[in-house]
């Protein structure tokens, strides 16, 4: 009879039992694919989340001084170090000058022009026309310079289409004055953008100080290589592409902004602490007053310092989930070889040898796993998502075949199957090896393995040292933590259970020594039946235990997590806070006073608007 033959008669001799441990295989896998596939999202969904902050902190910024007509030689060095980082990044230019007065007005007024690359695809013209590039004959006594406003700056300035300014040299005395034309108006369409940081009048139009200033006046592209601009301040801002950033793309990003920030720091001649570079500059001669910055080295870090705690604190559920799917394996396993011990008996008496056993406990280990990780496969991915959308999760736009590819879900059932595999074979193999009526003992000498072994001692022992270790660790300052530490929970529970099944027996004998003690039948038999009993219901009474200390521990969990979405998010609120403004209206600063019912701990400056309106009394 071939191994083939054999093994499909085994396999059809008691289903039932061969389907309690399919499914025991099949849920172990899917519940820890599950948790993996969910621990991997929340992770890329914090990464997100931290990155969500405006673009002047996740990008990197290139400052510098530039005399007239240097502005595009400039532009094409410092875009070819840009270009480094990758071709779908957004990169934005602004340039200022901010050494002209406003004729007519007070002498302490201020007058800002700008030229801002690519300004049309970034704003909405309200009113008129972009200006064109000035032609020759454009400069101080000569015909008016074309420029845009804000809308806020033309409200304030009181000027509309064709409106005329005449913009005084502040800086060389004497100078002819710029005369400049507005030829429209408009609005910035993203006003979170880092290029409306690099010149935040066009959000506000104007600004209250001891000089106010006005603008920008925004000219056409070439403007500020004419000799008339003057020297002018530009800032050069590269920023990532992609907002759907998962943390597998984090290494990469870190590249890119690391050979963005070396490719500036060598195209304007500066080293990593500001000083100039012995070298010089790459392509030219050294920015004057050259500053590279960026907070995103810094953001990708705590990205990624997120992630990993989120992995982390993650590691210690999938233990738990693990040590149960292994007990419901084993105890599944052990039933079916306890209806196949005459079986497995009778083929080692009719000369069939541990290898050749174990090649069929192999093939039907195989049948089951293979089944339970396909299931796994195909349902982890879908419960991952209806559990993350019951509680309100997003984890992204990638869909359930994206997922089916995940690293996660196959490091997840890799392990879970190789675990099943073993303890199908171990299981099958231990059976028939003991003499005919030594079978009715087994259980009660898996309780004195698991009690009088010490094992149950070894636990305890080594979960409180797991607790002492977990309550000297350091969250904020480290993550990662040793494997005792992540197991201490699972270490603890199961010395618990065993420590249980030590006890049990104890308190069973007591059970059926009182009852057998009482008058009538009925008491005597249970008690009796109790203590009997109880040897062959090892499993069973181990896998009530694990799971009723993991669903308290789950409980405890949830409690704990809401408690502290709760008090950050008090924290982050603060105290109840009212803006009351002066009876000038806007003329007079307004004050910021508590409510009634507030109490206050934190006092900080408030700043509406551009003012200083005191501080939280």
Known sequence: MGVG??????????????????????????????????????????????????????????????RPGELTDVDRRVRAALARGGPDAVVTRTSTV?????????????????????????????????????????????????????????????????????LPDLVISGAEPLDVVVTGTFEPTGVDEGLWVDDPLDLAGATRSDFPTYGPFVTAPGAFDRTFAGSST???RWLPAGTDVSTADLPAIRAG????????????????NGSADPDGAVGGSPLRDARVSSGLPDLLDAAALVS??????????????????????????????????????????????????AVLALGDALLVVVAGAAGAVLLAPLLSRAVAGSAGLALGSEGVRAALTSAPLWWAVGPMALLATLVIVTTTLRVGRVRDGAGSRRAGRVVRLLTGSGLDVLLVGL??????????????????????????????????????????????????????????????????QLSRRL??????????????????????????????????????????????????????????????????????????SGRSVGRVS
């Open 308 to 357: 990993q705690r989120v992995r982390v604190s993650l590691l210690t559920p999938t233990v738990l989930l693990v040590v149960l799917g292994t007990a419901s394996l084993v105890v599944a396993a052990a039933l079916l070889a306890s209806l196949r011990d005459s079986e497995t008996r009778l083929m080692r008496t009719r000369g069939a040898s541990t290898r050749q056993l």
């Open 98 to 166: 901010t050494s002209r007065g406003i004729e007519g007005r007070a002498g302490t007024d201020r007058a800002i022009l700008a030229d801002v690359a690519d300004l049309p695809a970034r704003a909405r013209l309200t009113a008129g026309d972009w200006p064109k590039e000035p032609g020759d004959g454009v400069g101080p006594g000569r015909a008016p310079l074309e420029v845009v406003l804000p809308v806020a700056a033309a409200e304030a300035l009181g000027a509309t289409v064709g409106t005329r300014f005449t």
């Open 5 to 66: 033959t054999l093994l499909r008669r085994r396999l059809l001799t008691h289903p039932v039992a061969l389907v309690a441990v399919a499914t025991s295989v099949l849920m172990s896998m899917v519940v820890v694919a599950t948790l993996q596939l969910l621990s991997s999202a929340i992770a890329d969904a914090s990464v997100r989340t931290t990155l969500e902050v405006p673009e002047d902190r996740r990008s990197v910024a290139l400052t510098a001084g530039l």
């Open 234 to 236: 530009v800032t050069w």
């Open 463 to 528: 979960g409180a040292l797991a607790v002492v270790q977990l309550r000297r660790y350091d969250a904020a300052g480290s993550t990662t933590v040793d494997p005792l530490t992540t197991a201490a929970p699972a270490v603890v529970i199961a010395g618990l259970s065993v420590l249980c099944l030590r006890l049990l027996p104890v308190l069973t004998r007591q059970v059926a020594r009182v009852t057998g003690e009482a008058r009538g039948l009925e008491p005597a038999w249970g008690g009796w």
């Open 535 to 608: 040897s062959g219901q090892v499993g069973t009474v181990l896998l009530v235990l694990l799971a009723v200390a993991m669903g308290s521990l789950a409980l405890s969990h949830s409690a704990t997590a809401d408690r502290a979405v709760e008090d950050q998010s008090a924290f982050e609120t603060g105290a109840p806070v009212q803006v009351v403004v002066g009876p000038g209206g806007g003329s007079e600063p307004a004050t910021v006073a508590a409510s009634a019912s507030a109490s206050v701990r934190v006092r900080s400056p408030i700043r509406i």
């Open 257 to 272: 902004v690391d050979e963005v920030v070396d490719g500036l720091r060598h195209a304007a001649g500066i080293l990593g």
